[in-house]
C-alpha cells in the first residue's frame, strides 16, 4: 500500500512544512511513499532513499527546490520526480547512486555543475524533462530518455561514458559548448532527435564506442554533424544534416555504416574519411559542398556506394595516401573537378556517372597514385574528361566521355591504359599523350571529334590496337616532335582531315583508312654554336692585330672597327688594357714591324 504525505510551507491539516520532513517520516514507516508538495520554494538538498515519488502540486515552475549549496537531490532506491523545478550550483544536481529514477515532466538547472549523473548499475528515465546550462552524465549506467531538451550546456549536454547504455528518442540538444551527445566506451541510440548550434561536433562516439542513430536532423553546427573516431562504431539512417562544417567525418580506425543520408550545405566536406578511418555510405546525398563532398585523406578507406553529389566545388577527393572504392556514384552540376585522385592515393570507381563538371577525373602524383574506372560515364565537361599527369597510372574499361573539351589526356611520365572506351562530339580531340608519358588503348573509339582523334606529341609513346577514329575534322591520328609508337588494326574513316599525319616514329600495322596518310619529316635542328670563353685576366692575342677595341669586366660590350691610322706604329711597341675599364683602345700594331703584343 502507498502512504501519501503532503508538504505545504504555510502549513495545512496533517502537512509537513518541507519536503525533508515529509522524507524522514515515510523512510520511518518504510514501504512506497507518495509525497505531494504544494507550490513554493524550497531551499534544501534531499535525500531520498526506498520507493519513493515526489510530485509537485502546481503547474510548470511552481515547485522549485534549491540550497544554497551541494547536491539538490540524492536517489537511492526507485525513485519517482514529477513536476518539479531543481536548481543547484557548483555540484551534480540530480545524483541517482543507484536502483532507478525517472524524472517526468521535470526541469533541471546546474549553474557549474552536472544536472543529473546516473551512477554505475543505476537506471535513469527521462521524460518530457528539461535540463540546461550543465551536462547529464551516464557512466556504466542504463538509461532511457524521451521527449527531452537539453540547453546551453556548459560542455557536452548529454554523455555517454564507461560502458553505459542510453536511448534517446524524439529529443532536442541546443547550444552546448562542446558536443551535443558524447559517447564513448559505451553503447547509445538516439531516434528522432534533433541538435543545433552545438561548437564541436553534435554528437561524437569516440573509443570504441558503439552509436545508432535513426531519422535525426543536425543544423547550424560549428565542426561536424556526426564525429566517428578512436575506432568506434555504428549505423546512421536516414540523417538529415545542414549549415555544419563537415557533414559527416571519421577517423582513426573508426568504420560506422551510414545509409539513406543528406548532407545538405556543409561549409566544407560533406563526408570525410581521414586517418586510416573507414566506413560504409551506402545511397546518400551531398548537395551544394563548400571544399568536396566526398573526402578521403590521410589513410582514410571509405567505400561508397549508390551515393549522389550535386552542387558544390569539387565531388570526390582522394587525397595525401589515402584509398576509396566508389560503386553507382552520380556527380553532376559541379563548379571544380568531378572526381580526384593525388599523392600516392589509390581509388577505384564503378558503375558512375559524371555529368556537367568541368573537368571529369584528375589523377596527379608519384608512380604509387592509380585510379580505376570501370563502366564509368562521363558528360558535359569543359576541360577534359580524364586528365593523368606526374608519375600516376590509371586504367579505363569501358569508360564514355561525350561532349566536352578533350577525352583523355595523360602527361609529364605518367601511364593510361584504354580497354573498350569511347569518346565522342568533343572540341579538342579523343585522346592525347604528351612528355614522356605513355598510352595504351585496346578497342578505343573516336567519334565526331572536332579536331583530332588521337595524337602523340613530344617523347610520348603510343600504343593503340583494335580502334576506330571516325569523322575527326582535323586528322584521325597525329604524331609530331619526337613522339612515336603503333598503331595496329586501326581503321580512320570520314570525308574530311587526314587520316594519319606522323613523323616516321610510328609503326603502322594493318591501318585501315580512305584519308591521306602523311609522314611529315621534321626539319632538322640548326648546327648548335659553342661559344668558349677563356679568361686569363687580360686579352691574349696570337697574331697582329688590327683596328680592335676590347672591354672586359663590365656588363656591357660595344664592339667597333676601327680604321687604320696612317702613322708607323714605333718598333716594340706592346699593346696596353686596363682591367676594369669600360672601353680600353689597344693601340694599333703594324705587322710590318713584327710587333708582338
Not at 548529454?158 to 566506451?185: C, N, Y
Not at 552542387?311 to 568531378?338: I, M, P
Not at 583530332?452 to 575534322?473: H, I, N, Q
Request: proline residues 4%; glycine residues 12%.
Amino acid at each position: 500500500m502507498v502512504r501519501k504525505y503532503v508538504v505545504a510551507p504555510h502549513g495545512g491539516r496533517r502537512a509537513h512544512p518541507d519536503i525533508s520532513s515529509a522524507l524522514r517520516a515515510a523512510a520511518e514507516r518504510h514501504g512506497p511513499a507518495l509525497i505531494e508538495i504544494a507550490p513554493g520554494h524550497y531551499e534544501e538538498s534531499l535525500t531520498v532513499r526506498g520507493e519513493v515519488e515526489l510530485t509537485g502540486l502546481g503547474g510548470p515552475g511552481s515547485v522549485v527546490v534549491s540550497p544554497p549549496r551541494g547536491t539538490v537531490l540524492d536517489a537511492f532506491g526507485t525513485v519517482r520526480v514529477r513536476g518539479l523545478l531543481l536548481v543547484g550550483r557548483e555540484a551534480d544536481v540530480v545524483d541517482c547512486l543507484g536502483g532507478s529514477l525517472t524524472l517526468e515532466h521535470t526541469e533541471v538547472r546546474a549553474h557549474g555543475g552536472v544536472c543529473v549523473h546516473a551512477r554505475r548499475a543505476s537506471l535513469v528515465t527521462l521524460t518530457d524533462s528539461v535540463f540546461r546550462y550543465g551536462r547529464t552524465l551516464f557512466a556504466g549506467a542504463g538509461g532511457t530518455i524521451e521527449r527531452c531538451g537539453f540547453h546551453d550546456a556548459a560542455d557536452n549536454a548529454l554523455a555517454v561514458i564507461e560502458g553505459a547504455r542510453v536511448s534517446v528518442r524524439d529529443s532536442r540538444f541546443e547550444g552546448s559548448r562542446i558536443h551535443g551527445v558524447r559517447v564513448s566506451d559505451a553503447w547509445a541510440e538516439l531516434v528522432g532527435c534533433a541538435l543545433t548550434g552545438t561548437e564541436k561536433a553534435a554528437v561524437m562516439a569516440d573509443t570504441r564506442a558503439e552509436l545508432t542513430m535513426s531519422g535525426c536532423r543536425v543544423d547550424s553546427v560549428h565542426a561536424e554533424a556526426v564525429m566517428f573516431i578512436e575506432q568506434s562504431r555504428g549505423l546512421v539512417r536516414g540523417l538529415r544534416v545542414s549549415d555544419a562544417e563537415h557533414g559527416i567525418g571519421v577517423a582513426s580506425g573508426a568504420d560506422p555504416v551510414v545509409r539513406d543520408s543528406v548532407f545538405a550545405d556543409c561549409r566544407d566536406t560533406g563526408i570525410n574519411v581521414q586517418t586510416t578511418g573507414r566506413g560504409t555510405f551506402e545511397d546518400c546525398e551531398v548537395v551544394d559542398a563548400g571544399s568536396v563532398s566526398v573526402f578521403s585523406t590521410n589513410g582514410g578507406a571509405p567505400r561508397v556506394n549508390g551515393c549522389r553529389v550535386t552542387g558544390g566545388n569539387v565531388g570526390v577527393a582522394v587525397v595525401d595516401k589515402a584509398r576509396g572504392h566508389f560503386t553507382g556514384v552520380v556527380v553532376e552540376d559541379l563548379s571544380g573537378v568531378a572526381l580526384r585522385v593525388f599523392d600516392e592515393s589509390r581509388a577505384v570507381f564503378e558503375q558512375t556517372r559524371v555529368e556537367r563538371c568541368p573537368a571529369g577525373l584528375e589523377v596527379r602524383g608519384n608512380g604509387g597514385t592509380t585510379a580505376q574506372l570501370t563502366d564509368v560515364r562521363i558528360t558535359g565537361f569543359d576541360l577534359s574528361a580524364v586528365a593523368v599527369t606526374g608519375e600516376a597510372r590509371v586504367t579505363l574499361t569501358r569508360v564514355s566521355a561525350e561532349h566536352g573539351l578533350l577525352g583523355f589526356g595523360v602527361g609529364e611520365e605518367a601511364s593510361l591504359r584504354v580497354q573498350d572506351c569511347d569518346v565522342s562530339a568533343t572540341r579538342a580531340g579523343g585522346a592525347v599523350a604528351f612528355g614522356r608519358a605513355r598510352l595504351v588503348a585496346r578497342n578505343l573509339t573516336v567519334t565526331g571529334s572536332e579536331a583530332f582523334g588521337l595524337c602523340g606529341t613530344e617523347s610520348a609513346y603510343v600504343d593503340v590496337a583494335d580502334s576506330r577514329f571516325e569523322d575527326c575534322a582535323a586528322a584521325g591520328v597525329t604524331f609530331d616532335e619526337s613522339g612515336g609508337g603503333r598503331l595496329v588494326n586501326c581503321s580512320v574513316t570520314g570525308a574530311r582531315g587526314m587520316g594519319v599525319q606522323h613523323n616516321g616514329r610510328v609503326d603502322l600495322v594493318s591501318l585501315d583508312t580512305s584519308l591521306p596518310v602523311v609522314e611529315r619529316v621534321p626539319e632538322p635542328a640548326p648546327p648548335a654554336v659553342q661559344v668558349v670563353n677563356h679568361h686569363y685576366h687580360g686579352p691574349v692575342f696570337n697574331a697582329a692585330v688590327h683596328g680592335v677595341q676590347l672591354a672586359w669586366n663590365n656588363d656591357e660590350v660595344t664592339q667597333r672597327i676601327i680604321e687604320p691610322a696612317p702613322a708607323r706604329a714605333t718598333p716594340g711597341t706592346t699593346p696596353r688594357a686596363t682591367p676594369g675599364a669600360d672601353r680600353q683602345t689597344i693601340q694599333e700594331l703594324d705587322d710590318q714591324n713584327g710587333a708582338t703584343p
